[in-house]
C-alpha cells in the first residue's frame, strides 16, 4: 500500500505544473518552463516557437490585453542546455508617429523597461516599437519574481506606449476656445 500511494504522490507531483512553488529558484528555464509560468498566471499562450525554438507568444486576456512575447536569451550554453535569461516583450506596429526623442525618454522615465524602435521590426516589413524587460537568472531567482517582473513589464507598456504616442495621460491638451471666452483673467 504504501508503495503504491508513493508512486500515485509521484505521479501527481509530475503532472502538477513545473513551477507550483513560487519560491523555488531557478537559474535557466526551458520552453516549457516559461509555458507553466504563463499557464499558472492565467495568460493565453498564443503560439510558440515564432521568435526562436524557445520563444512564446501570449496574451494578457484577463489583464490589460496586451499581446506580448517571452523570448528565451543565452540558451544552450557551456553553462546550462536551457535559457539564462528572458527577454520579455510587448511590440506596437510604429505609425510614423513616434519619435526617437519620445523613445529615449520613456526609457529614462520607465528605467525598469528599455523602449526601442526597429525601422523593419521582427519579421524584416513592418516598423515596430518595442517595450522590453530583461531577465537574468545566472545566479537564480525565485519563480515568483519571474512573474512579478512580468507583471510589471505589462502594467508598463502601455504607460510607455501612451507616451511615445502622446495618448491617454500624455495626449496634448485640446484647448476650447469657449473655455477661454469664459476665462476671466482677472481671477488669476
Known sequence: MRRTLTSLGFLAALAGSAFADDARVVKSVSLQDLQAILI???YTINSTGDDGEVSVRATDTAGTGLIFNLL???CETEFSDDCLGINMQVRYDADGQ???E???EANL???ATSAWYSPDGPDGNSPTVG???YVILD???TVRNIKDNLLNLLAIAPQVADYVWQAGD???LDVDDELYDDYNADEW
Request: a negative charge.
Open 139 to 141: 545566479g537564480g531567482m
Open 170 to 172: 500624455w495626449a496634448p
Open 109 to 111: 522615465m520607465w528605467a
Open 131 to 133: 517595450i522590453t524587460r
Open 98 to 100: 513616434e519619435t526617437l
Open 40 to 42: 499558472e498566471e492565467g
Open 72 to 74: 528565451g536569451a543565452a
Open 102 to 104: 519620445r523613445i529615449n
